[in-house]
């Protein structure tokens, strides 16, 4: 992979920020499983205080990605382990809008309905961007 091998250039500190800005940029085009592949590189190299917050994005791109193929209560799941990360990080961090993000998740649980040990969406559901703070 091209993107990967300019990733791989650089300090550990480059590393970390490349990762990080192509994994929000294949998130933001619902490419939720490669966008969690290159958060996990991000969290391998990210020093000790990053390791938290690249680990909830590892966790709301799995879950999107369950998400995206009907698997919710795996989706339901990793959401919920991604806000208790998330939540030390409001509500701005690495330039995320990390409040906004945790907004949408717990929209998203007002938006799916258990039933039968099963999770159904009742509504069409808006699609989340990692954003910056601006």
């Known amino acids: 992979m091209a993107v990967e ?18 994994g929000i940029s294949l998130f933001n085009n619902q490419e939720y499983y490669l966008a969690h592949e290159c958060f996990e590189k991000a969290w391998v190299k990210a020093n000790l ?3 938290l917050f690249l680990q909830g994005l590892v966790q709301i791109s799995v879950g999107s990605y369950h998400f995206a193929n009907g698997n919710y209560i795996n989706a339901f799941k990793q959401y919920t382990k991604c806000i208790n990360k998330m939540e030390k ?16 998740i717990n929209d998203l649980f007002l938006e799916m309905n258990l039933f039968n040990n099963d999770i159904v969406v009742t509504k069409k559901i808006k699609l989340i961007y990692l954003i910056n703070s601006n």
């Open 5 to 22: 091998d300019q990733a791989e250039a650089g300090n550990t500190v480059d590393i970390v920020l490349k990762y990080f800005e192509l």
């Open 89 to 104: 990080f409001s509500p701005v961090y690495m330039n995320i809008n990390v409040e906004k993000l945790i907004c949408w």
């Open 49 to 51: 205080e990053n390791k």
